[in-house]
C-alpha cells in the first residue's frame, strides 16, 4: 500500500455534499469516479466519458434543470457552516460522525480537494418526464460511495439530498436503474420506500444502431 497516498480517521469524519463546480476543479475528481463506478459495475468497455465532455455537458443550464452532479467530500475536520450564494442547492453538512474504528483511505491524495478534505463519492442527475404523471422529476443517473466510506450512511445522505431536491422544487418523483446483481443496493432502495416496477425493461439505443434508426428517416 502507499503510505504516501493514503491518509486514516481515526476517532470522527465530517461530511459535505455540494454542487460541483469550475472553480473548485472538481471535473478530474468526478472523472475518476465514474471511472470507479464503472469499474464496480464491470462496464469499462462502455466508458466513453471524458473530463472534456463532462465540462462540455455540466454547467450550461442552472442546476437541476439539466445534468446536474452533486460531490461527496469527507474530512476528519468539521465543515464551516455558512450562507451559500447559490440558492440552487445549499451545501449538506453533517459534522462529527463517530466511528467505531479506525479507517484508512488509500487513495486519500488523489482525491484531495483542499487541504484535509477528500471526495468520496457523487451522483449525478437530470430532469425526467413520464408522461402518465401531473408532475416532472428528476433521474438519479448515478450514485457512488468509495468502497473506502461505504457502511457510513453516505449514500443515504446523497439518495436524501436528491429527494430533497426534487421535493423543494415541486417535482413528483426521482427514478433511477439498479442492476439485478445489487442486491445490497436492492435492499437499500427498498428500506428508503422506493417502489420496484417489474413491468418493465430498460432498453437503450446507442452507438451505429442509433445512426442506422435516424438514417430512416433521412
Known sequence: MDQENSST???QISARIRLVTVPNN????LHKLIT???????L???LTVTETSLSNTLFKSP????FTALILEVSPNPFPITPHKDLSFNPIIKNNFNLKASMLDPQSNTFRSENDVYVAGHVLVFPSYNGFFEKPGLNM????VRK????LGFGKMLFSAVASVAAKMGMGMVDWVVADWNGESIKFYEKMGAYYVSDYRLYKL???KLQQCANISG
Open 9 to 11: 480517521f481515526t476517532h
Open 26 to 29: 472538481d471535473i478530474p475528481h
Open 36 to 42: 470507479q463506478m464503472a469499474n464496480y459495475h464491470n
Open 44 to 46: 469499462t468497455e462502455y
Open 63 to 66: 442546476p437541476f434543470h439539466s
Open 141 to 144: 443517473d448515478q450514485i457512488f
Open 148 to 151: 473506502c466510506y461505504r457502511g
Open 206 to 208: 446507442y452507438g451505429e
